[in-house]
T-cell receptor, first 114, second 110 residues
Framework: NAGVTQTPKFQVLKTGQSMTLQCAQD?????MSWYRQDPGMGLRLIHY???????DQGEVPNGYNVSRSTTEDFPLRLLSAAPSQTSVYFC?????????????FGEGSRLTVL | TQLLEQSPQFLSIQEGENLTVYCNSS?????LQWYRQEPGEGPVLLVT?????EVKKLKRLTFQFGDARKDSSLHITAAQPGDTGLYLC??????????FGQGTRLTINP
């Protein structure tokens, strides 16, 4: 029962390096999203997608890129990592486009930028 | 500025006690969700409330949506150590936006 799978679980980068956080879901969900979680800030939406080929920005999109070439995968790219991007990143998906639907989260990816 | 303010941010109580945590906003939300997150895991949905004044119960947890749909509360009766976790409220705002509060970190001591 995989659900939402994120890799890697932990990553350390140096300032200026680039990397991709992977997210895959096996529930055939149309909607996928990326959040970052920082102490005292809750979860903040970075980017989201309502279907293959469609992406849009959330609250904090700067410094991140996404693409959605398949229903299953929604990778998050950090173009040039900065210490301010040190955070725990969560991928989440839900069925349909109704925003009241249940979000299913991955286990998170902890990123440290030195 | 947080659209949704949760209080308290931290709460530590003894097993068997009752507690209430709050989620407040100056904005009106069309619906509101509560999630629980345990260490090293992603949040898991507990409940969605959609109607002003709505009350939902999930075993020892009671969720209420304010009449004006600007606030919500979560009441736990006879708290148990298994209730320990980060409780997040999330409000539906705009067409596709789900906005989260900063969370209440709850610790139940045996």
């Amino acid at each position: 029962n995989a659900g939402v799978t994120q890799t890697p679980k932990f990553q350390v980068l140096k300032t200026g390096q680039s990397m991709t956080l992977q997210c895959a879901q096996d529930m055939n969900h149309e909607y996928m999203s990326w959040y970052r979680q920082d102490p005292g800030m809750g979860l903040r939406l970075i980017h989201y997608s309502v279907g293959a080929g469609i992406t849009d920005q959330g609250e904090v999109p700067n410094g991140y890129n996404v693409s959605r070439s398949t229903t299953e995968d929604f990778p998050l790219r950090l173009l040039s990592a900065a210490p301010s991007q040190t955070s725990v990143y969560f991928c989440a998906s839900r069925t349909g486009t109704a925003v009241t639907g249940e979000l299913f989260f991955g286990e998170g990816s902890r990123l440290t930028v030195l | 500025t947080q659209l949704l303010e949760q209080s308290p941010q931290f709460l530590s109580i003894q097993e068997g006690e009752n507690l209430t945590v709050y989620c407040n906003s100056s904005s009106v939300f069309s619906s509101l969700q509560w999630y629980r997150q345990e260490p090293g895991e992603g949040p898991v949905l507990l409940v969605t409330v959609v109607t002003g004044g709505e009350v939902k119960k999930l075993k020892r947890l009671t969720f209420q949506f304010g009449d004006a749909r600007k606030d919500s509360s979560l009441h736990i009766t006879a708290a148990q150590p298994g209730d320990t976790g980060l409780y997040l409220c999330a409000g539906v705002w705009g067409a596709q936006k789900l906005v989260f509060g900063q969370g209440t970190r709850l610790t139940i001591n045996p």
